[in-house]
């Protein structure tokens, strides 16, 4: 698919970024057909290239003619609650063939591997939407690959911020941020109250994912740093209480950034909102009240059982 826009870019001469999104989407095409295979360090140049390619703003959208608003709103009420069933599909299967693929078996021989059933379950469901939608919208055979095109060039380089982020999250650990973080933390806050250790976790583990736009990266981190050494062996908290809240508190801190840019930028981008924090704006009450009562079922928890 990857491989695929890059061509589609790279024939297309109105595009304004032509060369440089090409070489883009060529390059993400070449880490994920040949990660494996490739030496770490060359995985890690052609990622450092994608990145001078999208600061250099050589990634862009085409020129593409846009259905008016009219003609969409007509196929829309033509379509009705029909226009959801590809959307649904691709769960529905997924749940069920979780359940059941992995039971399945001729002889001796599985239909799929137990472990990766969800995988192949899921994989099936989009095949399955995928035709269900072509057959309602009476679709070409080059309609997704033109479709999947647009949606990609209009996430455009946000598509890979996850990944760099978790990876960043890795890099923090080994360089021993985590042990900074204690430092500080110990210096300027007094953490030998329970409820300021807690408090001190939660808000950490919000404005850490606020930073890096992931809170995956940011909890290894954090726990390392604040939720391990001063809830857990300090004041005795449970690990897994610990853990399990302090990702929600994480999670508070995503909603609340353009880091995050593949919850909070990308909707906007793809809804055309004229203002692309108006999901953070709508996000941030919520996220500072569910934030608060982290840190209240925290302190109620997670030195009690």
Request: hydrophobic share 60%; glycine share 10%; proline share 6%.
């Amino acid at each position: 698919m990857l491989a695929g826009v890059a061509v589609r870019i790279g024939r297309d001469r109105t595009h304004p970024r032509r060369w440089g999104s090409a070489t883009f989407w060529l390059l993400l095409a070449i880490v994920f057909l040949f990660g494996k295979a490739l030496p770490a360090l060359a995985s890690g140049y052609l990622v450092v290239a994608m990145v001078v390619l999208a600061a250099a703003r050589q990634v862009g959208l085409p020129r593409r003619p846009e259905e008016s608003r009219a003609e969409r709103m007509a196929e829309a009420v033509r379509l009705g609650n029909r226009l959801f069933w590809p959307a649904l599909l691709v769960p529905a299967v997924a749940l069920v063939g979780s359940a059941l693929l992995g039971r399945i078996q001729f002889g001796v021989v599985r239909l799929a591997d137990p472990r990766q059933a969800a995988l192949v379950s899921l994989g099936l469901g989009a095949i399955v939407a995928l035709v269900v939608g072509q057959r309602l919208l009476r679709a070409g055979m080059a309609t997704p690959l033109r479709e999947g095109s647009r949606l990609l060039e209009t996430v455009g380089w946000a598509l890979i911020l996850p990944q760099l982020l978790a990876a960043l999250g890795g890099v923090f650990q080994r360089a021993g941020v985590g042990a900074v973080v204690a430092d500080v933390t110990t210096s300027l806050v007094p953490t030998q109250f329970p409820l300021v250790a807690v408090i001190a976790y939660c808000v950490a583990m919000a404005l850490f994912t606020m930073c890096m736009g992931n809170a995956f990266a940011a909890f290894a981190v954090i726990t390392a740093g604040i939720g391990l050494p001063l809830i857990v062996q300090q004041h005795h908290g449970n690990p897994a209480i610990m853990a399990a809240i302090g990702m929600l508190s994480g999670y508070c801190g995503t909603l609340m950034t353009p880091m995050a840019a593949n919850f909070n930028i990308v909707p906007a981008m793809l809804l055309e909102l004229p203002d692309k924090n108006a999901v953070i704006k709508a996000q941030l009450p919520i996220a500072l009240a569910l934030l608060a009562a982290n840190i209240g079922l925290m302190y109620l928890l997670v030195y009690r059982f």
